[in-house]
């Protein structure tokens, strides 16, 4: 994991970080409730790279992680992410972004990262990446044609939900259905899957983090616990001698 380029470098992990990483790496579902960049990006690629990096390591290939956004904008977002974060790694790690139009997008985001980076579909059909990025209705389509059916193995390991929030009501009720579908067609058992869930916008009315665990538990299909809500914890700053305005 020290190979990638961590924003965070060589300094210490922030709280959050450190409790998603080893709660995933001990079998736990996650969700990660921190304010707007607090790090809620590396506390779930922190556990998705090390299970890739495990899994490459026993010689499994296919598809092993899937980050779905809410849309395209989030998604490009992460792309340009890990391109910085694997770049000169050197740890074949590889990573796709797959949406109605990435095919165009991704050269348009700047150079792509070169033995890392799939950007056609027929590459990306024929030698499925470690990390697929897309959005839920691009996953809608690929779990239904029939070209695409390569990407779905029992490989995969997790799922993320990046902006967990905007999934209420009766979208929500669809994404229960399509991460069931996908599980379905990943023949994956009960508890194989890694699920991750991110939100910076998480209402402590209704329950709190036991609501939210229970909603997390409904929508993934995946028992959520609740410490398995991970928030944030704040440093006291000291007051100054003298306050200055």
């Not at 799922?159 to 009766?170: I, N």
Request: aromatic share 8%.
């Amino acid at each position: 994991l020290a190979c990638f380029n961590w924003p965070f470098g060589s300094s210490a992990l922030y709280a959050h970080q450190e409790d998603a990483l080893r709660a995933a790496e001990s079998g736990h579902n996650v969700i990660v409730k921190t304010g707007t960049g607090s790090g809620k990006t590396e506390s779930f690629l922190l556990p998705v790279l090390s299970g890739v990096l495990r899994l490459n390591g026993q010689g499994i290939r296919g598809t092993k992680a899937i980050l779905l956004y809410p849309m395209n904008a989030l998604a490009n977002d992460q792309l340009l992410r890990l391109r910085n974060l694997l770049r000169d790694s050197n740890t074949g790690v590889t990573f796709a972004l797959y949406t109605g139009d990435s095919e165009t997008v991704t050269s348009a985001l700047g150079d792509p990262l070169t033995e890392h980076e799939l950007i056609r579909r027929d590459d990306i059909r024929r030698n499925p990446p470690d990390i697929l990025l897309t959005n839920y209705k691009q996953l809608e389509f690929l779990l239904v044609r029939k070209a695409d059916r390569s990407l779905f193995t029992p490989a995969l390991r997790y799922v993320v939900l990046d902006e967990l929030h905007s999934y209420r009501g009766a979208l929500a009720t669809e994404i229960a259905c399509l991460l069931r579908r996908l599980k379905a067609r990943c023949e994956l058992k009960p508890g194989e899957l890694r699920a991750i869930g991110t939100s910076a916008t998480v209402s402590q009315d209704a329950g709190g983090d036991a609501a939210l665990a229970r909603f997390a538990s409904g929508l993934f299909d995946e028992p959520f616990e609740l410490q398995d809500i991970i928030g944030e914890r704040y440093r006291e700053v000291p007051i100054l001698v003298d306050p200055y305005a």
